[in-house]
T-cell receptor, first 115, second 115 residues
Framework: AQKVTQAQTEISVVEKEDVTLDCVYETRDTTYYLFWYKQPPSGELVFLIRRNSFDEQNEISGRYSWNFQKSTSSFNFTITASQVVDSAVYFCALHYGGATNKLIFGTGTLLAVQP | KAGVTQTPRYLIKTRGQQVTLSCSPISGHRSVSWYQQTPGQGLQFLFEYFSETQRNKGNFPGRFSGRQFSNSRSEMNVSTLELGDSALYLC??????????????FGPGTRLTVT
């Protein structure tokens, strides 16, 4: 069965520190999709990235970077030089599979960036 | 392009009542998914509609139902409300072609409180 584990419940860092959010997934599918979303206090889930299982290249977008490793079933997210505006809950998600848009979400990691 | 809109944003109901929530997807998107978010259960998939047909359903009782209209707008209904139905209900919009998995964009959510 598909499952996403975010073992870090809460992380607190001081501004300008780098921080990595862990995500471990389980799936029997050979082709699958992984996602990261950010949920600020306003509640709306903001899409950050989608990654296909057949593309293992790491991706960088500004201060954000993602490390996808099929060998360890992990899809970790790093924020470089964190800022107070990065404070939010971050969710990792796995596409359920098949002809549907259903996502399986992890429990989320609350990131608090202190000034 | 306008984002996903959900109405109402906040709702207070009493046990036993029913409620209807509305979601308008991004223009051109044909898939609408609904999720329930609670502190105890996290983000859970309710159902997905694609071209007016329910394509997938989560593990929720029959009190939870939905539909999609020809303009892709979707509604979800909860009958005989229980205290445990208090949650943030999020709607997600996607292009949703049957053989591809596209990013899902979420609305701001409807905060339902059942008293």
């Amino acid at each position: 069965a598909q499952k996403v584990t975010q073992a870090q419940t809460e992380i607190s860092v001081v501004e300008k520190e780098d921080v990595t959010l862990d995500c471990v997934y389980e799936t029997r599918d050979t082709t699958y999709y992984l996602f990261w979303y950010k949920q600020p206090p306003s509640g709306e889930l903001v899409f950050l990235i989608r990654r296909n299982s057949f593309d293992e290249q790491n991706e960088i977008s500004g201060r954000y970077s993602w490390n996808f490793q099929k060998s360890t079933s992990s899809f970790n997210f790093t924020i470089t030089a964190s800022q107070v505006v990065d404070s939010a809950v971050y969710f990792c998600a796995l596409h359920y599979g098949g002809a549907t848009n259903k996502l399986i979400f992890g429990t989320g990691t609350l990131l608090a960036v202190q000034p | 392009k306008a984002g996903v809109t959900q109405t109402p944003r906040y709702l207070i109901k009493t046990r036993g009542q029913q409620v209807t929530l509305s979601c308008s997807p991004i223009s051109g998107h044909r898939s609408v998914s609904w999720y329930q978010q609670t502190p105890g259960q996290g983000l859970q998939f309710l159902f997905e509609y694609f071209s007016e047909t329910q394509r997938n359903k989560g593990n929720f009782p029959g009190r939870f139902s939905g539909r999609q209209f020809s303009n892709s707008r979707s509604e979800m209904n909860v009958s005989t409300l229980e205290l445990g139905d208090s949650a943030l209900y999020l709607c997600a919009s996607s292009l949703g072609r049957a053989t591809n998995t596209y990013e899902q964009y979420f609305g701001p959510g409807t905060r339902l409180t059942v008293t």
